[in-house]
Structures are given as structure tokens and as C-alpha cells.
Nanobody, 128 residues
Framework: QVQLVESGGGSVQAGGSLRLSCEAS??????????MGWFRQAPTKDREGVAA???????TYADSVKGRFTISQDTAKNTLYLQMNSLKPEDTAMYYC????????????????????WGQGTQVTVSS
């Protein structure tokens, strides 16, 4: 059974940084196709894709975070990361890790419907 556990959230001031981690169990990084992504959901808003990384190695980012966030993974540790710099109040949300066991076309890598496994989330709050 796949389990995804996020950590690293917290409260920071605008301009600060946080690094989120997502440890996966029951899911191994293989040479076969897989994708993992970070999503976020603010109160009263829909869940949106933030960044994704598939086994082709090419990251995908939402326009709102390009140049500020970096997605990476440590396959030896089965862990996905999201380095968030220059944080803004509008980045405040619950952040979720997601995984897919299949190849995803680039144009659907930030679509929540593309992923079948989800973590419980970690809260990020950015104050002005």
C-alpha cells in the first residue's frame, strides 16, 4: 500500500523559505514510468498543481511559482522535496504530495486527476 507523508511546513514571513519533504513507502522509484507532484489548496479554493517531476527528469511548474520553487527527489531515500524561496502571502495553503504509477503527458502533470495517491498535507502559512 502506497503511503505518502509530508513534512516541513510551517509559518514564515514573506520573503522567507521553506523546504517540504514527502517520504513515500510502498512505492519505489523504478526505471518504469512514475510521476510525483506537489499540490496546494487554500481555504475556499480548488486544489492546484504547483510542481511535478516524472522519471524523465523534467520538472513542471505552475507559472505562479516559477523561479521561486524547485522540485527534486532523492530516489535512494524515496523522498520528494519542494524548496520554496521568496515566499509570498498568496503561497499560504495546505500542501499535498501526490504520486502516479504511470507516464503523464507534460500538459497533465499538474492536473490533480492525474494522480491516484495522496498524502495528508502539511500547512504553509506566509505572513506579510
Amino acid at each position: 500500500q502506497v503511503q505518502l507523508v509530508e513534512s516541513g511546513g510551517g509559518s514564515v514571513q514573506a520573503g522567507g523559505s521553506l523546504r517540504l519533504s514527502c517520504e513515500a513507502s510502498g512505492y519505489t522509484y523504478r526505471s518504469s514510468d512514475h510521476c510525483m507532484g506537489w499540490f496546494r489548496q487554500a481555504p475556499t479554493k480548488d486544489r492546484e498543481g504547483v510542481a511535478a517531476l516524472c522519471n524523465d527528469g523534467w520538472p513542471t511548474y505552475a507559472d505562479s511559482v516559477k523561479g521561486r520553487f524547485t522540485i527534486s527527489q532523492d530516489t535512494a531515500k524515496n523522498t520528494l522535496y519542494l524548496q520554496m524561496n521568496s515566499l509570498k502571502p498568496e503561497d499560504t495553503a495546505m500542501y499535498y504530495c501526490a504520486a502516479a504509477y504511470r507516464p503523464l503527458a507534460t500538459w497533465v502533470r499538474l492536473a490533480k486527476s492525474s494522480y491516484g495517491y495522496w498524502g495528508q498535507g502539511t500547512q504553509v502559512t506566509v505572513s506579510s
